[in-house]
C-alpha cells in the first residue's frame, strides 16, 4: 500500500512539473512563426506519363462542417475524448497509464492525442528514437499555439489512414461511396475503428474484429453522452454494404504499388523526414497503368481459387524500371504486400543460376550426368535422397540443356555438389540476391526463402545480358513547389559474362521446346500454343509455392502463386500461374516486333540431339538448335562428369522439392 502511495506521489509531482515546462515552452512556441499544414503530409505520386493516380488533391480535402458529425464524436469519443481541454497533451491521461503500465509491469494503455498523431503523420515514417520523439513533442506544442482545435481536428480528419486510403472523404468513398457528411452512425463507427490498425480493423479485411472494435467505439459514445444506447444497438445491428473501390473501374491493385513505393520512399536519404521541410511530396514513379491493368486482369482470369494469393512484378530489363507489381489479388481484401514483404522457397528457379556457375567453370549445354534415383552420401554417415518431380528419370545420361528444360533434381545436386556448394551462394549474390543462402546440397532446388523482388533483380541480370541494375520504382521526388529533392541515377555493373548468359538464355527457351519431349515434357510444354514471341522461362515448385519467372530483351516478368496459411498446392496451382504469366507477357508486346538478343561473335550454334548433348545426324529423332561458346561446341562425344560423383543408387519414396 506504501508502494502505491509512494508512486502517486511520485507522479503528481511529474504532473505538476510537466505543467509548469509546458506551459514555459507553449509561450515560445506561440511567439515562433506559424507552421504551414494544410497540404504539410500530402504525397502525390505519378505515373511514367505524369497522371496522378493516388494522393488528396484539393478536392478531397473537406471541411471539418461538412463531415459527419457523428464521424467526429466517434473519433474523438474513442481516440481523445478531452480533445477540447487539453493544449496538446492529455497530462492526466499520461499520469493515468504511467501508473497502470507501472503497477502492472508491461505496457497496458497508451496516451497519445490526436494533435501528437496528428503531428507523427507530418513525417515520411515512425522512428522511435528519443530525438524524433522530442521533435514530435515540439511540433505538437507549435501546432496548438497557432491553431484551433477545429483546424487541427480537420487537419486530421484529412490526412489519416483509413486502410490505405488516407483522408475521411475517400475513405467515405472508398468503403460506402458516399460523400464524408453522409455518413450514418453505423458507418461512422465502423470507419472510426480502422485507423488504430488498419490491417486488423477493416471490414473489408476482417469484419468480426472491424464490428468488435465498432462496439467498443459505440460504448464509448455512448459512455461520453454522443449517444443513448439504443442507438447504439441500432448502429451495432445494422447490416453495412461495403463498397471497396474508389470508382467503379478502380482497380483492386494499384495500391500495392503504391505502398512499395512509399517503402522505397523511405529508403532514400535525401528526402527530409519531416514533411513541414518538404511542404508535401510530388512523387514521379515508373508506374505504366495499362501495364498494372493487364496483369490484374491476367491474375482475376487464371488464379480464380479464392484463396490463392500471388505477388506479380513487371519490369524493364535494361532500366530496371518496374512498371507494374502487384502484392495480392485484392488490396481491399489484404494489405500484405507479398512482393515486397514476403520471403518464400524459390524451388528450381535458382537453378539458372547454378548453371551459370557450371558454364563459368567448363560446362557446356551438352555435358551429361546420368539423371536416376540417387542418394548422395556425406562424412558422419549424413545422406540426401533428391527425387525428380512424378518421378521421372532417364536412367542414363542427360545433357545440361535437357537437365535445365526438364528441371531435372539430380542433375541440379550433381553439378551444385561438383561445383562446390559455396559456388551457387557466390553466383546468387554476384546477381543481387541479398538473403543470406546456406551453402548445403539442397540449396541447389531452391530450399532458401527469398523474396519475390531479390529474384526480380537476379533475372533481370540475366535478362540484361550480365549487367545488374537494381529494379527501383522511383524517378523523382519533388517538393510542393516543384524543387528536386532526389533524382534516380542509374547504376549498372557488369556482373556476368554476355556470352556466357546468352548460352544460358537460349538453354531456357528449350522450357517450351517439342524438340525436347522423350521421357519427359519440358515444364513449360502446356503454354507454348500461347507464346508467339521467344522468351526466356524458368519455372518453379515446391509443395507450397509455384513460380515462373520469364522474359526477353523488352520485359520481365515474374510471378509466385500460393496459400498465406503455407497450404499444400494442388498441380493445377502451378499450371494457372504459368498461364496468367503467358497472357501478362503477350498482351503486353502484342503490339510490339520480337525481341530477342544478338548472338555474340564467340558464340555458335549447332544442332544437337537435345537428350545425349552429342551432333545430330540424319538418323537423328530429335534435333535441336544448341547455342556454345566457340570451340566447346560438342564433336563425336560429350563429356559425363558422374564418375566424380560419390553416389549411391537406391529407391525411395517421392518427396517433392
Not at 399 to 407: I, K, N
Not at 439 to 452: C, F, Q
Not at 511 to 526: A, G, L, Q, V
Request: net charge negative; proline share 3%; glycine share 6%.
Amino acid at each position: 500500500m506504501r508502494t502505491l502511495k509512494t508512486i502517486g506521489k511520485i507522479l503528481l509531482i511529474i504532473f505538476i512539473s510537466l505543467l509548469i515546462v509546458y506551459s514555459g515552452i507553449y509561450l515560445v512556441a506561440k511567439a515562433m512563426p506559424k507552421l504551414e499544414i494544410k497540404s504539410a503530409n500530402g504525397i502525390y505520386l505519378y505515373d511514367k506519363d505524369g497522371n496522378l493516380f493516388s494522393g488528396t488533391t484539393d478536392d478531397d480535402w473537406v471541411k471539418l462542417k461538412d463531415i459527419s458529425p457523428y464521424l467526429i464524436n466517434a473519433t474523438i469519443s474513442v481516440e481523445d475524448k478531452h480533445f477540447y481541454k487539453h493544449q496538446g497533451f492529455d497530462f492526466l491521461r499520461i499520469i493515468k497509464a504511467m501508473y497502470i503500465n507501472i503497477t502492472n509491469g508491461e505496457t497496458l494503455q497508451g496516451a497519445s492525442t490526436i494533435s501528437q498523431q496528428y503531428t507523427k503523420n507530418l513525417f515520411l515514417d515512425f522512428d522511435k528514437k528519443w530525438s524524433r520523439k522530442i521533435e514530435e513533442a515540439w511540433l505538437t506544442i507549435k501546432l496548438e499555439a497557432h491553431y484551433s482545435k477545429d483546424e487541427i481536428l480537420e487537419g486530421y480528419l484529412n490526412t489519416i489512414n483509413y486502410g490505405g486510403i488516407y483522408g475521411i472523404e475517400n475513405a467515405a468513398h472508398y468503403y460506402f461511396n458516399k460523400d464524408a457528411k453522409d455518413l450514418s452512425l453505423a458507418e461512422a463507427s465502423m470507419l472510426a475503428g480502422i485507423p488504430k490498425w488498419p490491417s486488423k480493423y477493416s471490414p473489408l479485411i476482417n469484419e468480426s474484429e472491424a464490428k468488435k472494435r465498432q462496439e467498443i467505439i459505440l460504448d464509448s459514445m455512448v459512455k461520453n453522452e454522443y449517444i443513448t444506447n439504443e442507438e447504439k444497438n441500432q448502429a451495432l445491428n445494422k447490416q453495412l454494404t461495403y463498397y471497396g473501390t474508389k470508382d467503379k473501374d478502380g482497380s483492386k491493385t494499384l495500391m500495392y504499388y503504391q505502398d512499395a513505393v512509399l517503402e522505397e520512399l523511405k529508403q532514400i536519404k535525401s528526402i527530409p523526414e519531416n514533411f513541414i521541410e518538404t511542404g508535401g511530396l510530388k512523387i514521379y514513379t515508373n508506374l505504366d497503368q495499362e501495364a498494372q491493368s493487364i496483369m490484374e486482369n491476367s491474375i482475376d482470369e487464371y488464379i480464380d481459387d479464392e484463396d490463392l494469393e500471388v505477388a506479380s512484378v513487371m519490369v524493364k530489363p535494361s532500366s530496371g524500371k518496374i512498371i507494374a507489381l502487384v502484392g495480392g489479388k485484392d488490396y481491399s481484401k489484404s494489405q500484405y504486400n507479398r512482393a515486397t514483404q514476403a520471403k518464400r522457397q524459390v524451388g528450381s528457379t535458382l537453378k539458372p543460376f547454378l548453371y551459370y556457375a557450371a558454364l563459368e567453370n567448363g560446362f557446356t549445354p551438352s555435358t551429361t550426368f546420368t539423371s536416376e534415383q540417387t542418394t548422395f552420401a556425406f562424412a558422419e554417415d549424413k545422406t540426401y535422397s533428391p527425387h525428380n518431380y512424378d518421378e521421372k528419370y532417364a536412367n542414363g545420361p542427360i545433357s545440361m540443356a535437357t537437365a535445365l528444360a526438364y528441371s531435372d533434381n539430380i542433375y541440379a545436386v550433381k553439378t551444385h555438389l561438383f561445383l562446390g556448394e559455396d559456388t551457387l551462394v557466390d553466383t546468387a549474390k554476384r546477381v543481387g540476391i541479398e538473403t543470406k543462402l546456406k551453402a548445403i546440397p539442397s540449396l541447389a532446388l531452391g530450399t532458401n526463402e527469398i523474396n519475390l523482388l531479390e529474384m526480380i533483380t537476379a533475372y533481370n541480370t540475366l535478362a540484361n545480358e550480365g549487367v545488374k541494375v537494381k529494379p527501383y520504382l522511383i524517378t523523382k521526388v519533388e517538393d510542393k513547389n516543384g524543387n528536386v529533392l532526389y533524382e534516380h541515377k542509374k547504376s549498372k555493373s557488369t556482373v556476368l559474362n554476355k556470352s556466357l548468359v546468352y548460352v544460358l538464355n537460349e538453354m531456357l527457351t528449350n522450357s517450351y521446346s517439342r524438340e525436347f519431349i522423350d521421357y519427359n515434357y519440358p515444364t513449360c510444354m502446356e503454354i507454348a500454343a500461347k507464346l508467339t514471341k521467344k522468351y526466356a522461362i524458368k519455372t518453379g515448385t515446391t509443395d507450397t509455392d509455384s513460380l515462373i519467372f520469364g522474359y526477353n530483351k523488352d520485359l520481365l516478368v515474374g510471378m509466385w502463386t500460393g496459400y498465406d496459411d503455407n497450404r499444400e498446392l494442388s498441380v493445377a496451382s502451378g499450371s494457372k500461374n504459368k498461364k496468367a504469366w503467358a497472357n501478362i507477357m503477350e498482351e503486353y508486346l502484342k503490339n510490339d516486333d520480337e525481341s530477342w538478343y544478338e548472338t555474340p561473335d564467340n558464340v555458335v550454334g549447332v544442332l544437337v540431339e537435345p537428350k545425349t548433348g552429342k551432333l545430330a545426324t540424319n538418323e537423328s529423332e530429335h534435333k535441336q538448335l544448341i547455342y556454345y561458346i566457340k570451340g566447346t561446341e560438342p564433336s563425336s562425344t560429350t563429356s559425363n562428369l558422374d564418375t566424380l560423383i560419390p553416389t549411391i543408387n537406391q529407391e525411395e519414396n517421392k518427396t517433392d522439392t
